[in-house]
Structure formats: structure tokens, C-alpha cells
């Protein structure tokens, strides 16, 4: 096959591409408008293979997907391509509205032109793939305010909607443009629904690298409220040999919601990486004394948690790492991949981004 993925140079997007090239045969198209989150650093070790391409481009950008899917000609498309990250859809929102809606909206669009000009097979087994997140389904009962003897509610593929930050809303809005070009066109579509991520090459504003480095530089470990907020941790390394199943064996129309069947507080995943550096970085004093309580994000959802029995039954996919050792792994990771972290860091690999594609949003 060859595979069209949006949104390559991000993290779920790194890692998606790295397993293909790595354990497939198959051809990888990267498409990535590379805003401040995309790293082409983390694609060092398949991006001399030839089996991988690279375009530059936005996915908003209706002249540049049509000639990307004319000239590649795919047999899928991953979208991947998304603004993320909660805090800045608070304070900026117009850039979820534009990449999340608008730019699906092209894309969906242009792969529609280019599959209802394909005929046979070609045409039969495209498909296309949007990944998309829990959040959309808002948040679930805590166990502190769930007085039911029942067992504590999950996301399950049929969850409705109801999404709480402006991030959140706009990967709704996603959600609900694919299936409608699937009801009202007939493209073959799929979407998935994850669980946060965590592990190698995430970009450091996220809480899990911003622990570790914050850490280790002795700066405060910033906690909101009383980190009492729980998410279900999935290993990303884990999430791309999902989203690698869901593409090539999923079925057309279907959802598939993927957990990593880890729930955590926020506050012991913090204390788990203090525990983890005192141990592998020890200094005189311990890392938790550098935990520090903020004020709680506005509109913060207290609980997720995925039921990810669907993926598991149908096409045979569940971790393979444990919150245990999957965090260990990523603590490990950053030790030993400092000059990565230093490149973003530092502005040295903002630099080179200007220098060969332009400035960076």
C-alpha cells in the first residue's frame, strides 16, 4: 500500500510512520505543514528510506492536496493532522477552528475528487482514516462523586458527544464532517477515538515531558487543582500499531476506540516520574519537593476512560505495554535523547525549519 498520513512529523504522527516504515513493506506520503509541534527530527532514522516521501503543506490548502493526491496516488489516508493541545485552543482558538474543521473539510474534499475518479479495485479498498480523540465525549463520573454500587462508566463507541474546550469541540466537528461525507458521498471512511498519549518525541508542553525536563532542570512541577484529574495512558508506540490494524483490517463506517487500559491520576503519573528520576538521577533532594498546585484549567474535564473491548474482539489489537513500563521507557528516553530535547529547546531546530520551509506558527 501506499499511505497517506497527515500530519506525519507530529508525535502520534512520528510514531505512526516510523512502525509502517519499520515493520511493513508499505510506501508512506508525509504531509505536514510543520507548525511548532512538527519535528522532522523524529523521522531521522526512516526518512532515508525510500519508501518515505515528504510534502510541505497545509491541509487547508485546497490547490496543494489536490496535486498531492494526484501526484501519489494513495491507497489510504491517516489523518493525523490536528492542533492539540487544550491550553492554547483556550487562549487562541481560531487555529483549532481552521486546522481541525476547515482543514479536515479540505481534505476530505480532496480525497473524495480522487477516489470518485478510481475505478476497480483501486477504488474498492481506498479507504480513509481519521484519528481523532476521547475528549469529544466530555467526561465521565469520578470515582469520588460516583455513590452507584455499579462499576464506573467508559467511553464506548457509542458515547454521545459532548465536548468541553474549544480543542475538543473542533475534533467533534471533525468527527462529524467524515462520517457525513461517508452517509452523503459514500467515501469509505473509518474514525478512531484515543486515550492521551504519552512516550518518545513528545513535544515538551505536554504534561509528561514537561514533568521530566522540568525536573530535571529543578524547576517546578506545575499540578492542576489537586491532580485529582484521571486520563487513561496509552503508550504511543502501542497506538500506532493500532491505528496500522484499524487502516489496513478495520471496516468501512465502523468507530474504533483505543485505550491503553492504564487510568491514572494526573498527580501519581507526576509522583511515578519523581519516583523514576529518584532513582535513575538521584540528587540531594527529592523530585516530588518540586511539585507545585495551580489553578485549575477552566471547564477541565475530571475523568476519562476508554472501553477499547471493540478493537480487542474485531482485529485483535491491545497494548503491550503497561503504564509501568511504558513510562519507564519514556522517562529512559529523554535521558538518553537530550540533544533532541535540546534542539527543540533551544530553537535550533526552529531555526532550521525557517531556514529550509519558512517560519513556523
Given at each position: 500500500?501506499?499511505i497517506?498520513?497527515?500530519?506525519?512529523?507530529?508525535?502520534?504522527?512520528?510514531a505512526?510512520v516510523?512502525?509502517?516504515?519499520?515493520?511493513?513493506?508499505?510506501?508512506?506520503?508525509?504531509?505536514?505543514?510543520?507548525?511548532?509541534?512538527?519535528?522532522?527530527?523524529?523521522?531521522?532514522?526512516?526518512?532515508?528510506?525510500?519508501?518515505?516521501?515528504?510534502?510541505?503543506?497545509?491541509?487547508?490548502?485546497?490547490?496543494?492536496?489536490?496535486?498531492?493526491?494526484?501526484?501519489?496516488?494513495?491507497?489510504?489516508?491517516?489523518h493525523?493532522?490536528?492542533?492539540?493541545?487544550?491550553?492554547?485552543?483556550?487562549?487562541?482558538?481560531?487555529?483549532?477552528?481552521?486546522?481541525?474543521?476547515?482543514?479536515?473539510?479540505?481534505?476530505?474534499?480532496?480525497?473524495?475528487?480522487?477516489?470518485?475518479a478510481?475505478?476497480?479495485?483501486?477504488?474498492?479498498?481506498?479507504?480513509?482514516?481519521?484519528?481523532?480523540?476521547?475528549?469529544?465525549?466530555?467526561?465521565?463520573?469520578?470515582?469520588?462523586?460516583?455513590?452507584?454500587?455499579?462499576?464506573?462508566p467508559?467511553?464506548?463507541?457509542?458515547?454521545?458527544?459532548?465536548?468541553?474546550?474549544?480543542?475538543?469541540?473542533?475534533?467533534?466537528?471533525?468527527?462529524?464532517?467524515?462520517?457525513?461525507?461517508?452517509?452523503?458521498?459514500?467515501?469509505?471512511?473509518?474514525?478512531?477515538?484515543?486515550?492521551?498519549?504519552?512516550?518518545?518525541?513528545?513535544?515538551?508542553?505536554?504534561?509528561?515531558?514537561?514533568?521530566?525536563?522540568?525536573?530535571?532542570?529543578?524547576?517546578?512541577?506545575?499540578?492542576?487543582?489537586?491532580?485529582?484529574?484521571?486520563?487513561?495512558?496509552?503508550?504511543?508506540?502501542?497506538?500506532a500499531?493500532?491505528?496500522?490494524?484499524?487502516?489496513?483490517?478495520?471496516?468501512?463506517?465502523?468507530?474504533?476506540?483505543?485505550?491503553?487500559?492504564?487510568?491514572?491520576?494526573?498527580?501519581?503519573?507526576?509522583?511515578?516520574?519523581?519516583?523514576?528520576l529518584?532513582?535513575?538521577?538521584?540528587?540531594?533532594?527529592?523530585?516530588?519537593?518540586?511539585?507545585?498546585?495551580?489553578?485549575?484549567?477552566?471547564?477541565?474535564?475530571?475523568?476519562?476512560?476508554?472501553?477499547?473491548?471493540?478493537?480487542?474482539?474485531?482485529?485483535?489489537?491491545?497494548?503491550?505495554?503497561?503504564?509501568?513500563?511504558?513510562?519507564?521507557?519514556?522517562?529512559?528516553?529523554?535521558?538518553?535523547?537530550?540533544?533532541?530535547?535540546?534542539?527543540?529547546?533551544?530553537?535550533?531546530?526552529?531555526?532550521?525549519?525557517?531556514?529550509?520551509?519558512?517560519?513556523?506558527?
Open positions: 500500500m501506499k497517506l498520513v497527515t500530519g506525519g512529523a507530529g508525535f502520534i504522527g512520528s505512526v516510523r512502525h509502517i516504515i519499520k515493520n511493513t513493506q508499505d510506501q508512506v506520503v508525509n504531509v505536514d505543514k510543520l507548525t511548532y509541534a512538527g519535528n522532522l527530527e523524529s523521522l531521522a532514522e526512516v526518512s532515508a528510506d525510500a519508501r518515505y516521501s515528504f510534502e510541505h503543506a497545509d491541509i487547508c490548502d485546497k490547490s496543494a492536496m489536490d496535486r498531492i493526491f494526484a501526484a501519489h496516488k494513495p491507497d489510504a489516508v491517516m493525523l493532522a490536528a492542533e492539540s493541545h487544550v491550553d492554547r485552543s483556550i487562549t487562541g482558538p481560531a487555529a483549532f477552528i481552521e486546522t481541525n474543521i476547515v482543514g479536515t473539510y479540505t481534505l476530505l474534499e480532496a480525497a473524495r475528487n480522487y477516489w470518485n478510481l475505478e476497480g479495485s483501486q477504488k474498492d479498498n481506498f479507504r480513509f482514516h481519521h484519528i481523532s480523540t476521547d475528549e469529544v465525549y466530555g467526561d465521565l463520573p469520578h470515582p469520588d462523586e460516583w455513590e452507584s454500587g455499579e462499576a464506573l467508559m467511553f464506548t463507541e457509542k458515547t454521545a458527544y459532548a465536548p468541553s474546550s474549544p480543542y475538543s469541540a473542533s475534533k467533534a466537528s471533525s468527527d462529524h464532517l467524515v462520517r457525513a461525507w461517508m452517509r452523503t458521498y459514500g467515501l469509505p471512511t473509518i474514525v478512531t477515538n484515543c486515550s492521551n498519549n504519552y512516550g518518545p518525541y513528545h513535544f515538551p508542553e505536554k504534561l509528561i515531558p514537561l514533568v521530566i525536563l522540568n525536573a530535571l532542570e529543578g524547576k517546578a512541577l506545575p499540578v492542576y487543582g489537586k491532580g485529582d484529574q484521571i486520563r487513561d495512558w496509552l503508550y504511543v508506540e502501542d497506538h500499531r493500532a491505528l496500522y490494524r484499524v487502516v489496513t483490517q478495520g471496516h468501512i463506517g465502523e468507530t474504533y476506540n483505543i485505550g491503553g487500559h492504564n487510568e491514572k491520576q494526573n498527580l501519581d503519573v507526576v509522583q511515578t516520574i519523581c519516583d523514576l529518584d532513582e535513575m538521577v538521584p540528587k540531594a533532594t527529592s523530585y516530588h519537593e518540586l511539585i507545585t498546585y495551580v489553578s485549575d484549567r477552566p471547564g477541565h474535564d475530571r475523568r476519562y476512560a476508554i472501553d477499547a473491548d471493540k478493537i480487542q474482539h474485531e482485529l485483535n489489537w491491545k497494548p503491550e505495554e503497561t503504564f509501568k513500563s511504558g513510562i519507564r521507557k519514556t522517562v529512559e528516553w529523554y535521558l538518553n535523547n537530550q540533544q533532541w530535547v535540546d534542539n527543540v529547546k533551544s530553537g535550533a531546530y526552529q531555526s532550521w525549519i525557517e531556514q529550509n520551509y519558512g517560519e513556523r506558527k
